[in-house]
T-cell receptor
């Protein structure tokens, strides 16, 4: 089976940096996604990590450690529009290549 | 440029009624998924399909049935709706080989069961 954990809620200040962690346990791992989701909308893609290490895309970076079953999403220079839920999702290679999501982290940005 | 289309977008059902949600994709994708999302929860996988004519159970399949008679369509059925099935339903599709942003979501279907 799969188990994906991430904090339920986080609060940060505009202009600051925030790190959202995700730990996972899965029978077969073949990649990890991060999605952003604003209320009432579909998730939008942020990153996809297959190999260990850090990938940077503008203000957003994602890190993966397969041996530790751990990933984080780093958001820099926070803006009010970054207030959203952030979903970690794991690709289960042994289970029909299913995509399983964590419960999401709701990020609140304070001015 | 349709991508993934879900119909209907909004629906109110009475307990015990049946209905079908339709997911249509025009990208020739093999994989299709149905998720539900409840307040404070991430997306939970209901059923999925890895190709035309195939379906499989996800994390929360009870009370739902699915069919994939055509590659482009994935139908989610509620035979006898219950208030616990009040939720937002998202469909997604993807090709067999993933490289980054290759999972496409529909806009969601808001279902209320009274």
């Amino acid at each position: 089976g799969q188990n994906i954990d991430q904090p339920t809620e986080m609060t940060a200040t505009e202009g600051a940096i925030v790190q959202i962690n995700c730990t996972y346990q899965t029978s077969g791992f073949n990649g990890l996604f991060w999605y952003q989701q604003h209320a009432g909308e579909a998730p939008t893609f942020l990153s996809y990590n297959v190999l260990d290490g850090l990938e940077e895309k503008g203000r957003f970076s994602s890190f993966l450690s397969r041996s530790k079953g751990y990933s984080y999403l780093l958001l820099k220079e926070l803006q009010m529009k970054d207030s959203a839920s952030y979903l970690c999702a794991v690709r289960d290679a042994l289970g029909d290549d299913k995509i399983i999501f964590g419960k999401g982290t709701r990020l609140h940005i304070l001015p | 440029n349709a991508g993934v289309t879900q119909t209907p977008k909004f629906r109110v059902l009475k307990t015990g009624q049946s209905m079908t949600l339709l997911c249509a994709q025009d990208m020739n994708h093999e994989y299709m998924y149905w998720y539900r999302q409840d307040p404070g929860m991430g997306l939970r996988l209901i059923h999925y399909s890895v190709g035309e004519g195939t379906t499989a159970k996800g994390e929360v399949p009870d009370g739902y049935n699915v069919s994939r008679l055509k590659k482009q369509n994935f139908l989610l059925g509620l035979e006898s709706a219950a208030p616990s099935q009040t939720s937002v339903y998202f469909c997604a599709s993807r090709p067999r080989f993933i490289s980054g942003n290759t999972i496409y979501f529909g806009e969601g279907s808001w279902l209320t069961v009274v």
